[in-house]
C-alpha cells in the first residue's frame, strides 16, 4: 500500500512509487529502499532493473528521462522491508548529487548532462547480464542433472567415487574427494577460482575453504601409521593426490579421474616427502554443547568402538563364571576334600583372570587410540577456530587466561568421553552382574544395594559442593597465571619503575585467595575419601549380619554373592564416579563455553570481495563499545575514492584508532553500513577482504624469527627478488647490508636487536609486499626520520594504492589529498593542507603545535 500526504510518501508490502519531476529529491525516512529504472509505457511500468538500495537518512535524485526515441523512464521504489517512508525534497535534484549517486550505483564517469542516458544504458546493460545468466542456467540445469544422474549410478557401485566436472583443477578434484569422504565441507570450485584464478594450492583451498591444515614430512612406512587424511604428490609428475585413512594401518589413495585403491607400499613410496595433513575443523557457527558431541561422535573410529563394547561384553560374561564356581567351590569340592577339582578349578580361575588380563590389554590400547584421536582432532580444531573469532572477542579475555581455556576444552573432550565410555562399560557390567547376583540372594542384594547407593548418593552430594569450589579455584588460576605473564612481559617497566615489591605483592593476593580455595576443596576431598572408606567396613559388617540371621543361604552362595557383589559395587561406583566428574567438570564447560558461542568471521555464507579498486564508503555509521557507555560514532558518512590518499588527524581520544578498526572489520558498527567498491562488509567473506589491505598498527610487533621471515609472514610464496625490492623501497636495504647476516638476521618479539624505525619499516615492507590495493597505516612513521619517511612516501605513492593514515606528525600529512580532522567522534573539517590551514580551525590548532 503507498500513502502520499504533503511531502511524505509511505510505502508498505508490495507498494511502490514512481519519480515523476525531473528536480525533486527523496530522502529515506525510515526503512531501506530498493531504486530500480524501469521504462513507462501507457501509464504502466515495464521490467524493472535494480540500480542499488537505500539506506535510511539518504538522500537520492528522482529519475524522468526521454530518450532520444522519445521512450520515457522513471526510478520504480520500492520497501526493502516491511515499511519505508520517504520525504520529496522540490527542486533539490542537482548535478552533485546526481553524481554522487551514480558513484553510489556503480556507474563510471558521470556528468550531469548524460545523467538520463547513463542510467538507461545500465538498465540496457543489467538486462543483458540476466538473459547471459538465464542462459548459462538452463545450461547448468543440463549438467546439474547429468552429474545427478552419475551419482545415482555411482550409489550402486562399489566405489562411490563423487563425480567431479572435468573442468575443475586436479588438487580440487582430489581434495574435493577427501573432503566428501572424511565428512569435513569445502568451498564451492567457483569460490575457489574467484579467488585464486589458475594458481590453486592445497594450502590456498584450505584458507578458502576454512579447513585446518599443515605441511608435514613422511617418514618411513608413514602408510602403516594413522596420521589421519594425507594429500601428496604422486608419482614423477607429482599430480595431487589424497591418502584417505581406512582402518588402523591402511589408507586409500585417490587420484584425479582415476579409481581409488589401497595404498601398498609400492605406491607410498612414490609420494613426495612433502605432504599435508588435512584436519576436520569446527563448524563455522556458534556451537552447543549438542554440537560438540556430534563433532566428536564423528571422529570416532568404529572398529575402535566395536572392539572395546565385545570385549567389554564377553568381559562380563566370563566374570559371571566366577561368582560360579566360588560357590562350586565351598559347596561341593572344599567339604568334600576333592583337591583334584580344586585344583582345577584354580586353574580355570586363573585361565578366566589371564584371558580377561589380555582382553583388558586390548580393550585399554583400543579405549587409548579413540581416546587420543578425540583430543587430536579437538584440539587442532579449537586452534583453527581461536584464529576465526572475531578480535573484539578477544578484548574480553586475558592472554593467559584465554590460553588456558583453549588447552582445557581438550581436556574436557577427553574426560567427558572417558567418562562417557566408562559409564555404558559400566552399567553393561552391572546389568550382568546384578541379575547373577539376585539368583543368590533377592534379601541380600536389596539391602547391598540401598547401601551402595546411599553412600554413593552422599558421595554425589559433596562433588556439588566441590564443583562451586572448583570453579573458584579454575578462574583465579587464571587470573593469577594472567598477572605473571603480564609481569614478565612487562620486567623492564617494573624495575624502571622500581615497584618490583607491589608487583610480588599483586601476584601474592591473587595466589594466595587460590590456595585458599584449593585448601577448602581439598578438605571436602578428603571427607569424600573418608566417607568412602568407612563406607566399605559398615557395609561388611551389615551383610555378614543379615548372612548370619539367614538359615537359607549357604557359604558357598554367600562367597558367590559377594564375587558377584563387589562387581557390581564396582559399577555403581564408577556410575556415580562418572556423575561426579561431570558434575566437576561443569566449570571447565562454563570457561571453554565462549570459544564455541562466538560465531567465527567466516560464519555463513560470506561473498569474495573480488579484485577492489580501492573505494571505501561509510553510510550512517554508528558505533559504541558498551550499550552503556557513549557513542564513539553517531552519525559517521565518509566516501574515499580509488587511490585518494587520506589522512586522519585529531586529539587523543577522538576516535581515529575505532574507525581502523571499524574498517579492518575488527568491530561491527551498531547501524550504519561500510563499503568496499560498493559491497557491503557485512555480506563479504573477512579474512579475505583483509587480502586486499596492507595494514601497519599502532601497536605492531615482529615475530620471533629472522627480517626475510617477518616481511614474508604475508606472503609465504614471495621470492628473494621481491622482498630486496620492498626492502630498498621502505629505506632498509642500507641497514640490512650492514648487519652480518643480512635478511637472515634474527630478532625477537619485542626487537631488542633493532631500533625502533627499523621495526617500523619491516613492518611497512609486510604491509606491502603483496601490492595491496588499500593501505592502512595508524602511527606507521612515528619512529622515522624525515628523510627515510619521504622516501617511503614516495614508494607507497607510486603504488596507485587507496592510503588512509592515522597520524600526529604534520610532515606525514602534509602531502595528503584530503585530511579529515575528528573530534568526538566527528568529521568537523576536511579539506588539504593548504584549505585546513587558511580556515585556521582545529586543524590550523593541532599544526601550529608542531610548527617553530
Known amino acids: 500500500m503507498q500513502t502520499e500526504t504533503a511531502n511524505l510518501i509511505g510505502l508498505t508490502g508490495g507498494a511502490y512509487y514512481i519519480t515523476e519531476t525531473p528536480t525533486d529529491a527523496y530522502r529515506v525516512l525510515s526503512g531501506r529502499v530498493h531504486i530500480y529504472v524501469v521504462p513507462w509505457t501507457e501509464g504502466q511500468p515495464g521490467r524493472r532493473s535494480l540500480i542499488c538500495t537505500a539506506e535510511q537518512n539518504t538522500i537520492f535524485p528522482a529519475f524522468s528521462h526521454t530518450d532520444a526515441e522519445g521512450g520515457l523512464w522513471r526510478f520504480l521504489v520500492t520497501p526493502a522491508e516491511e515499511h519505508a517512508q520517504l520525504e520529496r525534497l522540490e527542486g533539490l535534484s542537482t548535478g552533485p548529487l ?325 559409564l555404558g562399560l559400566s552399567l553393561i557390567s552391572a546389568l550382568f552382574y546384578g541379575i547373577r547376583m539376585f539368583t543368590y540372594s533377592p534379601q541380600l542384594s536389596l539391602v547391598s544395594l540401598s547401601v551402595t547407593l546411599l553412600f554413593s548418593l552422599i558421595s554425589y552430594l559433596l562433588a556439588r559442593r566441590r564443583m562451586v569450589y572448583q570453579a573458584q579455584v579454575m578462574e583465579m588460576d587464571g587470573k593469577s597465571s594472567s598477572l605473571l605473564f603480564q609481569f614478565l612481559l612487562g620486567i623492564e617497566k617494573i624495575r624502571t619503575a622500581g615497584v618490583e615489591e607491589r608487583t610480588i605483592f599483586e601476584y601474592m593476593r591473587a595466589f594466595m585467595e587460590q590456595r585458599r580455595l584449593e585448601t577448602r576443596l581439598g578438605r571436602l576431598s578428603n571427607l569424600s575419601a573418608l566417607l568412602s572408606s568407612a563406607s566399605s567396613g559398615i557395609f561388611l559388617v551389615l551383610i555378614y549380619w543379615i548372612a548370619a540371621q539367614s538359615a537359607s543361604i549357604t557359604m558357598g552362595s554367600f562367597v558367590g554373592f559377594n564375587s558377584a557383589f563387589g562387581m557390581v559395587s564396582g559399577a555403581i561406583s564408577s556410575l556415580f564416579s562418572a556423575l561426579i566428574s561431570y558434575q566437576l567438570l561443569k566449570p571447565t564447560y562454563r570457561r571453554v563455553k565462549a570459544i564455541l558461542e562466538t560465531v567465527p568471521e567466516g560464519g555463513g555464507h560470506k561473498r569474495l570481495p573480488g579484485q577492489l579498486t580501492g573505494s571505501i564508503d561509510l553510510d550512517h555509521v554508528a558505533f559504541s563499545y558498551d550499550p552503556e557507555t557513549p557513542p564513539v560514532f553517531r552519525d559517521l558518512s565518509l566516501h574515499i575514492r580509488p587511490g585518494e590518499y587520506v589522512g586522519i588527524v585529531g586529539a587523543s581520544g577522538c576516535g581515529k584508532s575505532t574507525l581502523l578498526k571499524l574498517l579492518l572489520g575488527f568491530e561491527k558498527a551498531t547501524s550504519g553500513r561500510i563499503y568496499y567498491d560498493d559491497q557491503d562488509m557485512d555480506e563479504l567473506d573477512l579474512q579475505e577482504l583483509r587480502k586486499h589491505f596492507g595494514v601497519v598498527l599502532q601497536d605492531g610487533e615482529l615475530i620471533s624469527g629472522s627480517i626475510f621471515e617477518n616481511i614474508t609472514l604475508t606472503a609465504p610464496n614471495a621470492g628473494r627478488t621481491r622482498v630486496e625490492q620492498v626492502v630498498e623501497a621502505v629505506g632498509l636495504a642500507r641497514d640490512i647490508q650492514e648487519m652480518p647476516m643480512g635478511l637472515e638476521t634474527m630478532v625477537s618479539e619485542h626487537c631488542n636487536t633493532i631500533s625502533g624505525g627499523q621495526k617500523q619499516r619491516i613492518l611497512i615492507a609486510r604491509a606491502i609486499i603483496n601490492r595491496p590495493n588499500i593501505l592502512f597505516f595508524d602511527e606507521a612513521t612515528s619512529a622515522l626520520d624525515n628523510l627515510t619517511q619521504a622516501q617511503v612516501c614516495k614508494a607507497l605513492e607510486e603504488m596507485g594504492s587507496t592510503r588512509v593514515v592515522i597520524a600526529h606528525r604534520l610532515s606525514t600529512i602534509q602531502s595528503c589529498d584530503r585530511i579529515l580532522v575528528m573530534d568526538h567522534g566527528d568529521i568537523v573539517e576536511e579539506g588539504n593542507y593548504e584549505q585546513l590551514m587558511a580556515l585556521g580551525g582545529l586543524f590550523h590548532e593541532l599544526a601550529s603545535r608542531q610548527i617553530l
Open 98 to 422: 546526481q553524481k554522487k549517486f551514480l558513484g553510489r550505483a556503480g556507474i563510471e564517469n558521470p556528468g550531469q548532462e548524460t545523467y538520463g542516458n547513463l542510467l538507461v544504458d545500465r538498465y540496457r546493460l543489467n538486462l543483458v547480464q540476466e538473459d547471459g545468466y538465464l542462459i548459462r542456467t538452463d545450461k547448468e540445469k543440463e549438467d546439474v542433472r547429468a552429474r545427478t544422474d552419475e551419482m545415482i549410478a555411482s550409489f550402486f557401485s562399489k566405489e562411490k567415487d563423487i563425480p567431479r566436472e572435468n573442468g575443475e583443477h586436479p588438487v580440487y578434484q582430489v581434495m574435493a574427494e577427501l573432503c566428501h569422504r572424511m565428512r569435513i565441507p569445502i568451498a564451492p570450485y567457483e569460490k575457489i577460482t574467484a579467488c585464486c584464478r589458475q594458481e590453486i594450492s592445497v594450502e590456498e583451498v584450505a584458507r578458502i575453504s576454512h579447513i585446518p591444515c599443515r605441511k608435514i614430512l613422511l617418514e618411513e612406512n608413514w602408510h602403516k601409521a594413522d596420521a589421519g587424511p594425507i594429500m601428496v604428490q604422486f608419482g614423477r609428475e607429482k599430480e595431487p593426490a589424497a591418502c584417505i585413512p581406512r582402518g588402523r594401518g591402511k589408507y586409500l589413495l585417490c587420484r584425479s579421474g582415476e579409481k581409488a585403491v589401497p595404498l601398498t607400499r609400492a605406491l607410498a613410496e612414490q609420494c613426495d616427502p612433502q605432504a599435508y595433513v588435512i584436519y576436520r575443523p569446527f563448524p563455522l557457527q556458534g556451537m552447543t554443547a549438542k554440537n560438540l558431541a556430534a563433532y566428536c561422535w564423528s571422529c570416532l573410529s568404529r572398529a575402535d568402538l566395536a572392539v572395546i563394547i565385545g570385549l567389554t561384553i564377553l568381559s562380563a560374561l566370563i566374570g559371571l563364571l566366577i561368582p560360579t564356581l566360588n560357590q562350586m567351590l565351598y559347596d561341593r569340592f572344599i567339604p568334600s576334600g576333592q583337591m583334584g577339582m580344586v585344583f582345577q578349578i584354580c586353574c580355570l580361575v586363573g585361565a578366566f583372570m589371564v584371558g580377561n588380563l589380555l582382553f583388558s590389554v586390548v580393550k585399554s590400547l583400543a579405549t587409548f587410540r579413540l581416546d587420543s584421536r578425540i583430543q587430536y582432532d579437538v584440539q587442532n580444531a579449537v586452534y583453527h577456530r581461536i584464529f576465526e573469532l572475531p578480535e573484539n572477542f578477544f578484548r574480553n579475555y586475558e592472554s593467559a587466561d584465554l590460553a588456558q581455556r583453549v588447552m582445557e576444552l581438550g581436556s574436557l573432550v577427553s574426560s567427558v568421553s572417558g567418562m562417557l565410555l566408562g
